[in-house]
C-alpha cells in the first residue's frame, strides 16, 4: 500500500494482510499517507527465505527455457505511475508476442498494482481473447509444499488484472510449490470469495477510518509490525496475554467489562461469566496472572 502522486494505490498482498488481520491494514493505511512511520523487522530467516524464494523463481525460469518455451523476463518496475503504466504494456506486448512464459508481469489499473511470478500461455483455436487463439493463465512461485488460501486469493486479484488486458478470464490458477510440483486450481472456485473480501477491504480503506486492536493472529509470527502490537497489549495487560485463551473467550469477557488481566485475576471460581465455563476461570485465576505482571519479558511463552 502507498500513496502515488496523491493517490492510493493497493497490491494483492495487502489484501491477503487484510484477510489476516484488520488492525494490519489500519497500521499500513497510516504508514501509507504519512501519519505514523512504517515499522521494520530484522529478521535472518525472512531473508533467508526471501533469498531461497528467488532461487526457486530462477530455477524454474531456467526449466522452461531448457523445454524450449519462449520466455521474456522484465525487471520490478520504480514506484512510479509513469514506470507502472510503462511496466503493464511492456506486459501487454509480450502477450500480443504470444510468448510462452512470461517471468514478472506487471499490473496496474490505477488503483491496484500487481507483479505476477509467471503467466503461461495457453492455446485454445476454439474460442479467441483480445490476443488471438490463446490467452494467459497466472502461476506463482512459492517455496512452500502445501498450497496456502493467500496464494490462491494473490492469484485471484492477478486474474482480474489479466482478464481486463486479455478481453477473457483465465480458466486456471497454478502454484509451483517448493517440491518442484505445479497445483492448478479453477479461478471459479475462488472468485466470489475474492470479489467478497476485496469490496470490504475498499470499503475499509477508502472509507471513513474505524478502530481495530492488534489481536494475536498466526500472521504475527511474520509481520513487521508484531514488536508494536506487542508492547500494545502489554501497556493495555489484554486478555490475550492469558496462556491458551481464545478470541472468542476474550469477546465474552470484554462483554462483561472484564477487559485485563487484572480484573479476570479477580473474578472468583464460580463467578458465572456467560459463555465462559467454570474450569476456564479456575485455570486462568492462579498465580500465574501475577507473574505476567512482574515478567513481561516472558512474552513469548505466553503470547498466543
Known amino acids: 500500500m502507498q500513496v502515488l502522486e496523491g493517490d492510493l494505490v493497493l497490491s494483492p498482498s495487502d489484501l491477503t494482510g487484510f484477510a489476516a488481520c484488520e488492525h494490519l491494514t489500519q497500521l499500513e493505511l497510516q504508514a501509507a499517507r504519512g501519519e ?5 523487522r530484522d529478521d535472518p530467516l525472512l531473508d533467508v527465505l526471501s533469498r531461497r524464494g528467488g532461487e526457486h523463481e530462477a530455477a524454474l525460469l531456467d526449466r522452461y527455457r531448457a523445454e524450449g518455451r519462449s520466455t521474456i523476463e522484465f525487471e520490478m518496475p520504480a514506484s512510479t505511475r509513469a514506470a507502472l503504466e510503462a511496466a503493464q504494456q511492456d506486459t501487454l ?11 514478472q508481469a506487471t499490473f496496474f489499473d490505477g488503483r491496484w498494482r ?18 488471438g487463439p490463446y490467452s494467459y493463465e497466472v502461476a506463482d512461485a512459492k517455496l512452500a509444499r502445501r498450497v496456502k488460501s493467500a496464494a490462491l486469493l494473490q492469484m485471484c486479484a492477478y486474474s482480474e488484472q489479466l482478464t481486463r488486458l486479455q478481453g477473457c478470464e483465465p480458466e486456471h490458477v497454478h502454484v509451483l510449490t517448493g517440491d518442484g510440483e505445479q497445483h492448478t486450481f479453477k479461478v471459479t472456485d475462488y472468485s466470489a470469495y475474492y470479489r467478497t473480501l476485496k469490496a470490504r477491504y475498499e470499503t475499509l480503506v ?14 504475527c509470527s511474520i509481520c513487521r509490525w508484531a514488536d508494536e502490537c506487542k508492547e500494545r497489549r502489554r501497556a493495555d495487560d489484554h486478555l490475550s496475554l492469558v496462556a491458551g ?28 461469566v456467560a459463555g465462559i465455563a467454570d474450569a476456564l476461570i479456575r485455570f486462568i485465576n492462579l498465580p500465574y496472572l501475577a507473574a505476567a505482571a512482574v515478567l513481561p519479558q516472558s512474552g513469548p511463552a505466553i503470547e498466543r
Open 245 to 272: 485463551i481464545r478470541r472468542d473467550q476474550t469477546r465474552k469477557l470484554t462483554a462483561v467489562n472484564i477487559t485485563t488481566t487484572s480484573e479476570l485475576a479477580d473474578v472468583a471460581p464460580g463467578g458465572n
Open 206 to 219: 477508502l472509507g471513513a477510518r474505524t478502530d481495530t486492536y492488534p489481536d494475536p493472529v498466526d500472521h
Open 93 to 103: 506486448d509480450a502477450m500480443h508476442e504470444s510468448v510462452d512464459v512470461i517471468y
Open 36 to 40: 505514523i512511520e512504517r515499522a521494520t
Open 114 to 131: 500487481g507483479h505476477a511470478d509467471f503467466l503461461f500461455r495457453v492455446d485454445h483455436p476454439e474460442r479467441e481473447s483480445a490476443l
